[in-house]
């Protein structure tokens, strides 16, 4: 029922773009998206309820494509302060049982 | 300021010893979770709970124990059944519907003696 997420590490220059992809298997009925640094808790980034959905935060942003089970976070122009571990997580069943993929390590060097 | 208190940071347990880790918020959200992070890992959920005095298990229940009395508080025990208890605990709370975000606390890292 996990999520997968790929790739599992990305390393970037400042600067540069990446995207993280997240697909399920089983309906995906809203898509959340956290970022944790090391030893931190998650901090929430976006949540996509609906199927073709695009949101965006900052210069991340990301899509939600609800026939094909997968949402995609998008960052442009990356940032040092972009380094994190990137999770997507979602609802089972439209209830509180929640699920959350094994994460996307991001690394911005400069 | 608003959030989610998580104590202590850091426990330690001895073999066959029960301890508990607590979880306050004061944002008046319906719904707690509580989450197992082991290392390079991602979140796995323990226990969540929708409303005081319900609960329901999640992925990795067995060893683990809660309570929800309060809404603002959902303590979590890790008794002796649970033979792999290394990890970091993590506490959650959310407006009360799927749809909305999960605010954390900053972490209880369990060790064994």
């Known amino acids: 029922q996990q999520p997968v997420q790929s790739p599992q590490a990305v390393i970037l220059r400042e600067g540069e773009d990446a995207v993280i992809n997240c697909s399920s298997s089983?309906?995906?009925?809203?898509v959340h998206w956290y970022r944790q640094k090391h030893g931190e808790a998650p901090v929430f980034l976006m949540i996509?309820?609906?199927?073709?959905e695009q949101k965006g935060h900052e210069k991340i942003s990301a899509s939600f494509n609800e026939k094909k089970q997968q949402s995609s976070l998008y960052l442009t122009a990356s940032q040092l302060s972009y380094s994190g571990t990137y999770f997507c997580g979602s609802p089972i069943n439209y209830g509180q049982n929640f699920v959350f993929g094994p994460g996307t390590r991001l690394s911005v060097l400069p | 300021d608003g959030g989610i208190t998580q104590s202590p940071k850091y426990l330690f347990r001895k073999e066959g010893q029960n301890v508990t880790l607590s979880c306050e918020q004061n944002?008046?959200?319906?719904?707690m979770y509580w989450y197992r992070q082991d290392p390079g890992q991602g979140l796995r959920l323990i226990y969540y709970?929708?409303?005081?005095?319900?609960?329901q298990k999640g992925d990795i229940a067995e060893g683990y124990s809660v309570s929800r009395e309060k809404k603002e508080s959902f303590p979590l025990t890790v008794t002796s059944a649970q033979k792999n208890p290394t990890a970091f605990y993590l506490c959650a709370s959310s407006a009360g519907n799927s749809n909305q975000p999960q605010h954390f606390g900053d972490g209880t890292r369990l060790s064994i003696l």
């Open positions: 089983k309906a995906l009925y809203s």
């Open positions: 944002l008046n959200h319906d719904a």
């Open positions: 996509l309820l609906k199927g073709g």
């Open positions: 709970s929708q409303i005081v005095n319900d609960f």
